[in-house]
C-alpha cells in the first residue's frame, strides 16, 4: 500500500469521527450554556448535535470506515448531548418538585440503558426504542419557548427503553 493510500485512509477514518466530537463539544457547550443562563443558546446546541449526529454514521457508512471506537464514541457524546443535556435545561427551567426531579434523572438514565441495549444487541432496519437524539430534541425544543412539561419528558424517557419498533433514517 502506498503512503498516499495510507494517509487517505487514515483520513477517511477520522472525519466520522471528527462529525462524533462536534456533536459532543456542542453537548458539553450546551452544557455549558445552560449553566449561564443561556438557555437559548444551550438549546440551539442540541439541535447543532443533532445535525453532526445525523451525519457521523451515514459518513462512515459512505467512506466504509465503520468501526467499533466510532460506534462507543458516538453513543458516549449522545448521552452527553441529547441524555445529560436536555436532562439539564429541562431542569433548568422547571418548577421544582418531585416529579421534575425524577424526571430529570429518569431522562438520561433510560438514555444511557436505551444506548447500551442497543450496543449489545444492534438492529437491522429499525430501532429498539426510541432512539437518544429523538428524545432529546423535544426537550431542546421546549428549551427555545422556556417550557416545561414532566410528563413529557418522563414520557420520552421511557419510550427510550420500550419495546417500540422505529425505523431507521
Known amino acids: 500500500m502506498s503512503g498516499g493510500a495510507t494517509l487517505y485512509s487514515q483520513i477517511a477514518k477520522a472525519i466520522p469521527n471528527l462529525f462524533t466530537i462536534g456533536n459532543l ?14 438557555l437559548e443558546v444551550a438549546s440551539i446546541l442540541i439541535f447543532f448535535s ?5 451525519f457521523d454514521g451515514r459518513i462512515a457508512r459512505k467512506l466504509k470506515v465503520n ?27 422547571a418548577a421544582p418538585s418531585i416529579l421534575t426531579s425524577m424526571a430529570f434523572i429518569l431522562f438520561p438514565t433510560m438514555g444511557a440503558l ?4 442497543f450496543s449489545v444487541k444492534p438492529t437491522i432496519g429499525y430501532f429498539k426504542g426510541l432512539p437518544i437524539p429523538a428524545a432529546g430534541l423535544p426537550l431542546a425544543g421546549m428549551g427555545l419557548f422556556s417550557y416545561s ?14 419495546p ?3 425505523k431507521k433514517l
Open 50 to 54: 443533532a445535525i453532526l449526529d445525523l
Open 149 to 162: 412539561n414532566a410528563w413529557i419528558t418522563l414520557i420520552l424517557a421511557f419510550l427510550m427503553v420500550s
Open 67 to 93: 468501526s467499533e471506537f466510532g460506534v462507543e464514541l458516538d453513543s458516549l457524546a449522545d448521552i452527553v448531548s441529547f441524555g445529560v443535556a436536555p436532562a439539564l435545561l429541562f431542569h433548568s427551567i
Open 25 to 38: 463539544l456542542c453537548g458539553v457547550l450546551s452544557i455549558t450554556f445552560n449553566m449561564s443562563g443561556f
Open 114 to 117: 436505551r444506548l447500551a441495549k
Open 164 to 166: 417500540i419498533k422505529v
